[in-house]
């Protein structure tokens, strides 16, 4: 496999892997433990439902930091396994 296929298949499955733990710990779960960043919305910064919604924001209590941890820890070793064999 070329490098550009490497690349777009780990892009992909990051965002299937934020998608699915969006999903997994619902939109009540997910206010409570990120916060998301206050600014307006103008034409240059929307965003769609997707975005919106795979949008975790900034940690701000211990599981959003954990979660957080194992975002980088898995982007981190994934990037290096499949990227630089």
Request: hydrophobic letters at 55%; glycine letters at 6%.
């Amino acid at each position: 496999m070329d490098i550009v296929t490497r690349v777009f298949l780990l892009v992909s499955s990051w965002l299937i892997m934020v998608a699915l733990t969006v999903f997994v710990i619902g939109l009540e779960r997910k206010h409570a433990w990120f916060r998301q960043r206050d600014q307006t919305k103008s034409f240059l910064n929307r965003r769609g439902f997707v975005g919106e919604y795979i949008h975790l924001g900034y940690p701000r209590t211990r599981q959003g930091w954990v979660i957080w941890s194992i975002f980088m820890l898995v982007i981190i070793l994934s990037t290096y396994l499949l990227i630089f064999p």
